[in-house]
Structure formats: structure tokens, C-alpha cells
């Protein structure tokens, strides 16, 4: 089985939906990868830094789910990353409401050295130069997997663009594509954004589902239609690491196998979108996700004949 390593936010979030109110919970790209890419059992360690002020709880709950965690520098005297955003009706679109870097403005990434040979790295969303000096500090990784954010691209755009030169995939929503690319057709900001550097480009489209570009090649994976959609966060970070995730496990990194990986990630992001937080996925069994897959075979399944 490969060695997957993630690096990204280990935070607190506050979170307001047309639903309700959370004071500060559990939340960052790099736990909700790590979650996720736990699902499939593979070897994962989570690289990131949080302050003395971040619960031992949170910490037992990644070592619970069988996440490395020698990689979290807990920095004395210091406060978390924090992040507070709002949903719009839809729960399509959010404003941040606020970001406080607080200890990630400082912070020196250290890849524990039983992960230097990580197979699989997958970059989340962070400063582009923390996700920089993690890929360096891998010996010869096998895929690269980037996920970034609007934040990023505002703040960093030139830090960007050179770790975005060094990755094989690249996972951004749709308005991140378009802003990157300066392109509004998605097919064209795939392709601009490959010459960028990633051969992969997989742009999600939240509750529209996602697109795997890859040279003149489309695929299209839907998002399950659900009945409850309750807090959208962590639903790009679940994708991104269902999808590492997965590719970790079957060890293939093809293009027809990164069109599972796909169905894996919206499948487990399906989930993390029913309760706030990470509570959904804190609870997820095997059943529940095998269950729901074979949903998601149903509903893309059709036979026609092309005359
Ligand atoms: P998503 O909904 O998939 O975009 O991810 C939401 C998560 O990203 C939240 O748990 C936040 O803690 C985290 N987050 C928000 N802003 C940033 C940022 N600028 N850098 C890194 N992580 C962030």
C-alpha cells in the first residue's frame, strides 16, 4: 500500500448556514483530508502546525482514525489558524468572514522523516510556499496532488504559480478556475491551467459535480443529488482526500483510475455536507459508504444505442 502525505490547515472554524450557528469547532483542509483519505485505510500522515490552545480531543480524534500525526507542530503560547465564513441561501456561495493565520504565518514544515518517501503527496489548501517546502522534502513522490484556494491566489499569486509548476493534479472549484485561468469556459481554463503545469485538472463544481481534464480527455462525475445539505465546509477538502485516498490504496495512478478516485471523493464529500463540521464524517462506516456508491452507480449508469 502507498504512503500518502497531507499537508494543510488543522484549524478552528466558525460557520454559518441558512441552518444555524457553530461557535468555534474542529475544522481545516488537512484535518478533513485526513479524515477522509482514512477511509480507505491507507498509510497517511497530516503535516501542519496548531496552537497550544487546539484540545487534545481534536488530536486523538485523527490518531483515533489511524492519521500520523508527528507532522502537527504544537507551537507554545500560540493560537490555531482560524477561519469563520457564512453561507449564502443557496449554500452554493460563502463570504469569509474571517481568517486569522495566527501560528500558520510562521511555520516551518517538517515531514516526518518515515514519510520522506511518501508515495502519494497531497497539498492542501495553505500557503503556497509551506506546500513548497513539504514537496521538497520528499524524496521522489509518485503524484502530486494540489488544492488551493481564491485566498491564495489574492494573497500569493507568484508563490503560486511555482508550486502549482511542480504538481501532477491540480483540484480547484470552478470560480478558482476562472480567476487562475482568466478564462470563463471551464474547458478552456483546464487546458490553460495545465500549460501551468499540472497534466491533471479537476475542477469541482460543488453540488454540480466535478471534471477531470486531462489532455484532450473529459470526464464528468455528478454529485449525488441529496435530500439535506447542511454545511457545505470541508466538502472540497473530503473530495481532494477521497480522492488521494483512493489512489493510495490501488496503488494506480492511471487516468481510468483517477476516474474512480473521482467517484470516491464526491461520494465521500456527499457525506461531509449532512451535519456541520466534520460530525458526519466522524461517524461514517464502511456500510454507509458502500451503500451510497452503489446510489451513485445507479444514477450515472444508462444504455443507449449511437447508431
Ligand atoms: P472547503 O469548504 O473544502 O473549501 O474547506 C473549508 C476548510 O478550509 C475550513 O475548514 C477552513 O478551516 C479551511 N480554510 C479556509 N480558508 C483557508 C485558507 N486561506 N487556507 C487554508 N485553509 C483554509
Known sequence: MSKLLIVG???????????????????????????SASQFNVDSAVVSVVG?????????????????IDGIEIVEGG?????????????????TLDTQLNVLADFNPVVPSAYKDADIVMLGNLH?????????????????????????????????????????????????ARQLSGEHSLVKAARKINQLGPDYVVIKKGEHGALLFHEEEIFFAPALPLEEVFDPTGA????????????????DISFENMKNAIIYGSNLASFCVEK????????????DVQERLEEFKKLTQFEIEIS
Open 52 to 68: 497550544d490552545d487546539f484540545p487534545q480531543k481534536y488530536l486523538d480524534l485523527l490518531t483515533g482514525n489511524n492519521i500520523n
Open 128 to 176: 503556497p510556499l509551506v506546500q513548497l517546502s513539504v514537496l521538497e522534502q520528499i524524496e521522489s513522490p509518485k503524484l502530486v496532488v494540489l488544492d488551493t484556494m481564491n485566498f491564495w491566489m489574492d494573497n500569493t499569486w507568484d508563490d503560486l504559480l511555482k508550486v502549482i509548476a511542480k504538481v501532477d493534479v491540480i483540484t480547484i472549484n470552478d470560480e478558482e
Open 276 to 287: 456541520f463540521g466534520t460530525e458526519r464524517m466522524q461517524e461514517l462506516s464502511p456500510a
Open 236 to 251: 472540497g477538502d473530503t473530495f481532494a482526500g477521497g480522492f488521494a485516498g483512493y489512489l493510495a490504496k490501488t496503488e
Open 79 to 95: 493560537k490555531t489558524f482560524f477561519w469563520s465564513g457564512r453561507y449564502h441561501n443557496d449554500l452554493n456561495t460563502r463570504d
Open 9 to 35: 490547515t488543522v484549524a478552528f472554524d466558525a460557520i454559518e448556514t441558512p441552518f444555524g450557528k457553530t461557535d468555534k469547532i474542529l475544522g481545516g483542509a488537512g484535518t478533513y483530508i485526513g479524515l
